[in-house]
Nanobody
Framework: QVQLVESGGGLVQPGGSLRLSCAAS????????MAWYRQAPGKERELVAT???????NYTASVKGRFTISRDTAKNTMYLQLNSLKPEDTAVYYC?????????????????WGQGTQVTVSS
């Protein structure tokens, strides 16, 4: 079982910055990938950024050049640096991860979610 705990959300003015963190704890063999999603009021949850076990990253178009996903493998922690924030970035941001764990002789991929952290961009 894996627990994902996000932190770093808050209220920021347009143009400001925040850094979100997602710390993974528990028992697993390895991390396959991690990602940030967000869900704004009245909208569906959307994928914001992903990072693979090899460190490859990908971003949704609306955040490219403004957000940066990264990780500290020694700490099993993922980060999302949010710069040049806009009111439309307001949402609950969720950490997501795919973790490999042993089941007998096999490695099985399990998906976990954090509880979410609120980001509000407003003047």
């Amino acid at each position: 079982q894996v627990q994902l705990v996000e932190s770093g959300g808050g209220l920021v003015q347009p143009g400001g910055s925040l850094r979100l963190s997602c710390a993974a704890s528990g028992s697993f063999f390895s991390i396959n990938h991690m990602a940030w999603y967000r869900q704004a009021p009245g909208k569906e949850r959307e994928l914001v950024a992903t990072i693979t076990n090899r460190g490859s990253t990908n971003y949704t178009a609306s955040v490219k050049g403004r957000f940066t996903i990264s990780r500290d493998t020694a700490k099993n922690t993922m980060y999302l640096q949010l710069n040049s924030l806009k009111p439309e970035d307001t949402a609950v941001y969720y950490c997501n991860g795919g973790f490999l764990d042993r089941r007998g002789l096999d490695l099985v991929l399990y998906e976990y979610w954090g509880q979410g952290t609120q980001v509000t961009v407003s003047s």
